[in-house]
Nanobody, 120 residues
Framework: QVQVVQSGGGLVQTGGSLRLSCSIS????????TAWHRQVPGKERDVVAN???????VYEDSVKGRFTVSRDNAKNTVYLQMTNLKPEDTGVYFC??????????????WGQGTQVTVSS
């Protein structure tokens, strides 16, 4: 069994910063890519950033230069540092990790989601 637990988020003013955490635990063999998604009511869930097991990162255009995704392999935790936040960054953020468990099964595991609200 693998669990993904998110923390962080909240309410911040425009220009502020927040850090989200995504902690992966359980019967882990390998954590491959972890992706951060944003869900806005009425829209599809979009990927805003992801990081591979090799540390390669990809960002959605609107967050480039403002968001940084990183991972601490010793803690099996992935972070999303968000700076210079804008109202359009508001949404529920989900992390999802591609994990091979010790049973050798491989699948994506999702966190519970966390609300980020940026006030103007």
């Amino acid at each position: 069994q693998v669990q993904v637990v998110q923390s962080g988020g909240g309410l911040v003013q425009t220009g502020g910063s927040l850090r989200l955490s995504c902690s992966i635990s359980g019967n882990i063999h390998v954590i491959y890519t972890t992706a951060w998604h944003r869900q806005v009511p009425g829209k599809e869930r979009d990927v805003v950033a992801n990081i591979t097991d090799g540390g390669n990162t990809v960002y959605e255009d609107s967050v480039k230069g403002r968001f940084t995704v990183s991972r601490d392999n010793a803690k099996n935790t992935v972070y999303l540092q968000m700076t210079n936040l804008k109202p359009e960054d508001t949404g529920v953020y989900f992390c999802a990790s591609d994990v091979r468990s010790t049973t050798w099964a491989r699948r994506w595991y999702w966190g519970q989601g966390t609300q980020v609200t940026v006030s103007s």
